[in-house]
């Protein structure tokens, strides 16, 4: 999988100096209402940033893919593209509206879409005849913030949902703790027993 790259401005927006964690979410809906919890308590919230993690993909198989229905969506998507050229060309007509011409413009749309369609469907060759949507949701969501305000953001969070911001708490302690415990791991070995 490729990823494009990120255009600079849009980089410098979506970054933040020195970030720190103000709390983890199950859900967007739950981060969001907590960033806007600190607005309303006139938190700087141009310096936070909801973080989705653990991303993953859900695919929803929504029916088969036949023929018929590859020519009729395509049949339909051109007689839409037909109607709009046809009312472009008969708006700037200086006869006047012609429906003939409008009819006959969404008739050539039709067979297009259609002749199109079936195209673009046969060369696939059949290795995907089902339609579907798909959306990327993550599983995590946390709520980051410029180090210089984490303690008055932690501090109004703690006022909103005190039990979640004691779970954020042990939350927290638990990570450092397991960063004790890794670090030391990886030093052990380096000051192992000396050999001879």
Request: hydrophobic share 40%; net charge neutral.
């Amino acid at each position: 999988m490729s990823s494009q790259p990120m255009r600079p401005g849009l980089r410098a927006a979506l970054s933040l100096e020195y970030p720190m964690s103000l709390g983890v979410h199950d859900s967007y809906e739950q981060a969001q209402k907590a960033v806007d919890y600190l607005s309303d308590h006139e938190f700087p919230v141009q310096d936070v940033l909801i973080v989705g993690t653990d991303l993953k993909q859900l695919e929803r198989v929504t029916g088969r893919l036949t023929r018929g229905r590859v020519i009729g969506a395509g049949a339909l998507s051109g007689m839409w593209l037909g109607l709009f050229v046809g009312i472009m060309f008969a708006l700037f007509d200086p006869n006047g509206l012609n429906l003939l011409s409008v009819l006959g413009t969404v008739l050539f749309g039709a067979l297009f879409g259609a002749i199109w369609a079936t195209v673009g469907y046969r060369l696939t060759r059949g290795q995907r005849d089902f339609t579907s949507v798909s959306q990327v949701v993550a599983n995590k969501y946390e709520v980051l913030c410029e180090h210089k305000h984490v303690a008055r953001g932690r501090e109004l969070l703690t006022q909103m949902d005190p039990m979640s911001a004691a779970q954020q708490e042990v939350r927290r302690a638990q990570e450092e703790e397991r960063e004790r415990i890794a670090a030391e791991q990886r030093q052990a070995p380096a000051s192992g027993p000396p050999q001879l």
